[in-house]
């Protein structure tokens, strides 16, 4: 049964930092495009980042450029997302994922496989 287990979320103030990590059982898992989405209450799921095969290319959604890092790690079928510099924008829930297909892709239709999301809350 494939899984997808993100961990990290809490509360933090504005400025600080957070690191999500997302542990799957997906094998051979550098056969999966990876990608982390957010939905915030009353706001459609929207992507934050995503990941290639091998980790050799990232994307971001431009609310986040220069302050959130996304990398993999596929000898232990885990994915990290360092967030820095939080704004209480950021507040949403938080989504790993995992998409069959070669090259980015910005809908979540096209991610095949998803966690049960981790909150993350930023005050002000």
């Known amino acids: 049964q494939v899984q997808l287990v993100e961990s990290g979320g809490g509360l933090v103030q504005a400025g600080g930092s957070l690191t999500l990590t997302c542990a799957g059982t997906?094998?051979?898992?550098?056969?999966?495009?990876m990608g982390w989405f957010r939905q915030a209450p009353g706001k459609e799921r929207e992507l934050v980042a995503e990941?290639?095969?091998?980790?050799?290319?990232?994307r971001y959604a431009d609310s986040v450029k220069g302050r959130f890092t996304l990398s993999r790690d596929n000898a232990k079928n885990t994915l990290v997302l360092q967030m820095n510099r939080l704004k209480p924008d950021d507040t949403a829930l938080y989504y790993c994922?995992?998409?069959?297909?070669?090259?980015?892709?910005?809908?979540?239709?096209?991610?095949?496989?998803w966690g049960q999301g981790t909150q993350v809350t930023v005050s002000s």
């Open positions: 994922a995992a998409s069959i297909r070669v090259g980015f892709t910005t809908q979540s239709a096209d991610y095949d496989y």
């Open positions: 990941i290639s095969r091998i980790g050799d290319s990232t």
């Open positions: 997906l094998q051979p898992f550098t056969r999966w495009t």
